[in-house]
């Protein structure tokens, strides 16, 4: 329950001799009951400051948690997104080390494609292999040749203690070798041939 002070009595009043005596006496017997219910109602007050104070500090806390953990949860879901992504940019995190790359992740049989660490560091040893096709490092480049099968192949990137898997997507040959259907083989005496290739 909150402290109170008691109301003093009506002072005393020169200008009222009759009750001057008596009212001097009520007036100063409420002093020490004053003095003990205001310094009660004075420490209430300081420690509800207190109390006030630590709370919003306690607050300011808990407030600076949840924006990290806001902030480690997007940092969450944007390394699961990664994971499953083939965009060419973003990096799944092995260890400490955040290793993003650009370049097409998409090509056909027996093409070659190369990526950039966009974050190379030349301090850092590096490596890449692959489970299908081969691959290259040299600085910041990742030279990729597909392999003879068509499907996904896993790149994966190696710096210094962390390592990153890149999925990349190898077509199937897009054109067919074209034959030539006319003029027949062997054909002579043919004016201005014209040549008419199937694909």
Same mark, same amino acid.
């Given at each position: 329950?909150?402290?109170?002070i ?6 005393? !009043? ?7 005596? /008596?009212?001097?006496?009520?007036? *100063?017997?409420?002093?020490?009951t ?10 209430e007050?300081?420690? %509800? $400051? +207190? ?5 919003? +500090?306690?607050?300011?806390?808990k ?7 806001a902030?480690?949860?997007?940092? +969450?879901? $944007?390394?699961a ?5 083939? *965009? ?9 080390? *955040? ?6 992740l !998409? ?8 990526l950039?660490?966009?974050?190379? /560091?030349s301090?850092? +040893? ?5 489970? !299908? ?11 990729y ?7 996904? /192949?896993?790149?994966? #990137? ?6 990153? /898997?890149?999925? #990349?997507?190898? %077509?199937?040959?897009?054109? $067919?070798?074209?034959? %030539?259907? !006319? ?13 008419? *290739?199937?694909?």
């Amino acid at each position: 329950m909150a402290s109170t002070i008691t109301e003093l009595p009506t002072p005393p !009043s020169r200008q009222n001799p009759a009750t001057f005596s /008596d009212r001097t006496d009520a007036f *100063l017997g409420a002093l020490p009951t004053f003095q003990a219910e205001a310094n009660a109602l004075a420490a209430e007050a300081e420690a %509800n $400051a +207190s109390t006030a104070a630590s709370a919003a +500090s306690t607050a300011t806390t808990k407030a600076a948690d949840a924006t990290a953990a806001a902030s480690a949860a997007s940092a +969450s879901a $944007a390394i699961a997104a990664d994971a499953v992504a083939t *965009l060419p940019a973003g990096g799944t995190i092995y260890g400490s080390t *955040l290793i993003p790359v650009s370049g097409t992740l !998409s090509l056909y049989i027996t093409q070659q494609t190369t990526l950039t660490i966009t974050n190379y /560091d030349s301090a850092t +040893s590096y490596s890449v292999s692959a489970v !299908s096709g081969s691959a290259s490092i040299t600085g910041d480049t990742i030279t990729y040749t597909a392999g003879n099968t068509a499907g996904a /192949d896993t790149l994966t #990137i190696t710096a210094g203690a962390s390592s990153r /898997d890149i999925t #990349i997507t190898v %077509n199937a040959a897009g054109v $067919a070798t074209p034959t %030539n259907s !006319s003029p027949a083989n062997g054909a002579t005496e043919q004016e201005g041939p014209t040549l008419t *290739l199937s694909a």
